[in-house]
């Protein structure tokens, strides 16, 4: 059975503006306002349309000159041809199948409309036989309601998600502990596999975290990005509201630690911030850790502006721990190290050090080759005390985690093992013996990626999409069926014109079916649709599968039982992160260099 399309009418009202306007704004009075508003909320932008007695159906942008007619003031011959014109606009606008008709206007309309709506069609006047007021105090009560109920999905939204006393003595037990960058990745907890279809609109309010999907959390804490935290401003407003930890729903024992987000302002002359707004926002947001404000010194655009950026992000560093000290904040500063070389780096490390901070933190290393971190590292390790912890932005490398750790390093982030599972050519499910594999693409067709789709090509995409989403459930249930690979290969072939084929990276993973042996929690409840390369609801799980295995791939590194772990190493690293506004390669001396 095919849901009914909804369709909400709105009868135009006698109070105008009295220049032409747009419909939804030429009518002014209390009654058609709160019915626009009512029916926008039933059936939304696209079907909500607005009934007229001069001009029949109009859209709500249709730009009108104002005019002083009613309905009920026409003959009846005429309110009869008015309402079989209106009906025929409607049906030649949604189709004559089934749909379910909201009528928010007066006894007139309805009664013109009614006789002529195809039988298919089910009418709804909620508000029939009310007089005036009985209608205005309607659309009081269902706006009330509207607003109790969206307030009651919040309030269920608005809880931690506990972690179990083991999880969080063995993440201080860590060597190395690992951050996890958040980009507001979440997913639909219920979303239908089988009818591909959402449970609701995605916001914060109705999905869920990765931590809350699994039974303990796959990183040792969450860094949240300022640069990240600010728009939508929708955003910014519910995090200061809220605070970090009840708005990444994780309760204070999980450290969230906050930076600027330098790689996102690393193309303008100066940050957007000063210290004092840093230092101002970690408190009121609750951050359990705070990185000073700092300045990328190694994409600068000249010699100069490299100086300047270094000087900054050390002056920012002194200014930040007085600031911090003068108020007394009972959450721990960490200064920001910057550099473009092994000197410069220890000079600058040294230096922060030198003020009195316990944490540094390292920026601007995220394009590097692991060579030139360790390098720098080596210096850096020379003048830093072992008491003092060093964190490296951006770099979670398994394979350097050992070298790391002997090098002072006590924490690192990536978001790369996430994204690798949407922004990585074909290695984009990880397993917990360090190998890859490409997920099997099958976008919608009626998607970006196939919006050039039309006619013939498109009814053919639509057949091709089915029997591959069919192909692949089926592989759940025994070996692949003959003809999947082929249905795959055309449809990739309509759908993402000019790729190379995947074809044998698809043979490749249906026949491992590496969701079969993996344990994970989400392999175990949606196996093959976290390796199906198609929309948020499966590309996001699978990197929340991807940080689970990389996660434990990282223990195994640090506990010496590294299994190879190429995949996730060298060059591929670099289109795995947003690097914001950078456009500029960093440069990276590749030997010891003074400081100028
Ligand atoms: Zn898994």
């Given at each position: 059975m095919t849901c009914p399309v909804r369709i909400a009418l709105v009868g135009c009202g006698s109070e105008k503006r009295e220049v032409p306007s747009p419909a939804r704004d030429l009518y002014t009075g209390p009654l058609f306002k709160g019915a626009l508003r009512e029916a926008l909320a039933l059936a939304g932008e696209e079907r909500t349309a607005i009934l007229s007695a001069e001009h029949g159906l109009v859209h709500l942008d249709e730009v009108l000159k104002p005019y002083d007619l009613h309905l009920a003031s026409l003959p009846r011959a005429k309110r009869e041809e008015w309402g079989r014109a209106t009906a025929g606009a409607l049906v030649e606008r949604f189709g004559a199948s089934t749909a379910e008709v909201h009528i928010l206007a007066g006894a007139p309309y309805v009664e013109a409309l009614r006789p002529h709506f195809p039988a298919s069609w089910r009418v709804v006047v909620p508000m029939e036989g009310l007089t005036q007021g009985g209608r205005l105090s309607w659309l009081k009560r269902a706006r009330e309601a509207r607003t109790a109920s969206a307030a009651a999905v919040i309030a269920r939204a608005d809880f931690v998600a506990p972690v179990s006393r083991e999880w969080?003595?063995?993440?201080?037990?860590?060597?190395?502990?690992?951050?996890?960058?958040?980009?507001?990745?979440?997913?639909?907890?219920?979303?239908?596999?089988?009818?591909?279809?959402?449970?609701?609109?995605?916001?914060?309010?109705?999905?869920?975290?990765?931590?809350?999907?699994?039974?303990s959390p796959n990183f040792d804490g969450l860094l949240v990005s300022r640069?990240?935290?600010?728009?939508?401003?929708?955003?910014?407003?519910?995090?200061?509201?809220?605070?970090?930890?009840?708005?990444?729903?994780?309760?204070?024992?999980?450290?969230?630690?906050?930076?600027?987000?330098?790689?996102?302002?690393?193309?303008?002359?100066?940050?957007?911030?000063?210290?004092?707004?840093?230092?101002?926002?970690?408190?009121?947001?609750?951050?359990?850790?705070?990185?000073?404000?700092d300045h990328i010194a190694a994409v600068a655009a000249s010699d100069e502006d490299r100086r300047a950026r270094y000087e900054l992000t050390l002056q920012n560093a002194s200014d930040f721990l007085r600031g911090h000290r003068a108020a007394g904040h009972a959450w721990q500063p960490w200064g920001a190290v910057q550099g473009w070389s092994p000197a410069t780096y220890a000079e600058a490390a040294r230096q922060v050090v030198a003020m009195g901070y316990h944490h540094i933190a390292l920026g601007g290393l995220v394009m590097a080759p692991t060579e030139a971190v360790l390098a720098i590292l080596q210096e850096v390790h020379q003048v830093v005390p072992a008491s003092v912890g060093i964190h490296l932005f951006g770099l979670a490398r398994a394979e350097a985690a050992r070298a790391f750790v002997a090098l002072?390093?006590?924490?690192?982030?990536?978001?790369?093992?996430?994204?690798?599972?949407?922004?990585?050519?074909?290695?984009?499910?990880?397993?917990?013996?360090?190998?890859?594999?490409?997920?099997?693409?099958?976008?919608?067709?009626?998607?970006?990626?196939?919006?050039?789709?039309?006619?013939?090509?498109?009814?053919?995409?639509?057949?091709?999409?089915?029997?591959?989403?069919?192909?692949?459930?089926?592989?759940?249930?025994?070996?692949?069926?003959?003809?999947?690979?082929?249905?795959?290969?055309?449809?990739?072939?309509?759908?993402?014109?000019?790729?190379?084929?995947?074809?044998?990276?698809?043979?490749?993973t249906l026949e491992a079916q590496p969701w079969r042996t993996c344990p994970c929690a989400l392999c175990q409840r949606h196996g093959i649709?976290?390796?199906?390369?198609?929309?948020?609801?499966?590309?996001?799980?699978?990197?929340?599968?991807?940080?689970?295995?990389?996660?434990?791939?990282?223990?195994?590194?640090?506990?010496?039982?590294?299994?190879?772990?190429?995949?996730?190493?060298?060059?591929?690293?670099?289109?795995?992160?947003?690097?914001?506004?950078?456009?500029?390669?960093?440069?990276?001396?590749?030997?010891?260099?003074?400081?100028?």
């Open positions: 969080l003595a063995e993440s201080r037990g860590r060597q190395l502990r690992y951050f996890l960058p958040d980009c507001d990745d979440r997913v639909d907890p219920d979303f239908d596999f089988a009818t591909d279809t959402r449970s609701a609109k995605g916001a914060w309010e109705t999905e869920q975290y990765a931590h809350q999907l699994y039974p640069m990240e935290a600010e728009s939508p401003r929708a955003k910014a407003r519910r995090l200061a509201e809220l605070g970090v930890h009840r708005y990444l729903r994780v309760p204070p024992a999980v450290p969230v630690l906050g930076d600027c987000g330098a790689f996102g302002y690393a193309s303008e002359a100066a940050p957007p911030f000063s210290t004092e707004d840093m230092l101002a926002y970690y408190t009121q947001l609750g951050f359990d850790m705070g990185v000073s404000l002072g390093v006590r924490s690192v982030d990536s978001s790369s093992p996430l994204r690798r599972a949407w922004l990585h050519a074909r290695e984009n499910y990880i397993t917990l013996d360090g190998d890859a594999y490409a997920a099997v693409r099958v976008p919608y067709a009626n998607g970006r990626a196939a919006k050039s789709l039309a006619g013939e090509t498109l009814a053919k995409a639509q057949r091709l999409e089915k029997s591959c989403l069919e192909g692949l459930a089926a592989c759940e249930r025994g070996p692949v069926p003959a003809g999947l690979l082929d249905a795959l290969e055309e449809y990739e072939a309509l759908t993402l014109p000019g790729r190379k084929s995947m074809r044998a990276e698809n043979q490749r649709q976290v390796l199906v390369f198609r929309g948020n609801d499966r590309n996001r799980r699978r990197g929340f599968h991807n940080v689970w295995a990389w996660y434990r791939l990282l223990g195994k590194a640090l506990r010496r039982e590294a299994a190879p772990v190429v995949a996730l190493v060298g060059g591929s690293q670099l289109d795995l992160f947003n690097l914001g506004s950078v456009t500029r390669a960093p440069a990276y001396a590749a030997t010891t260099g003074g400081v100028a």
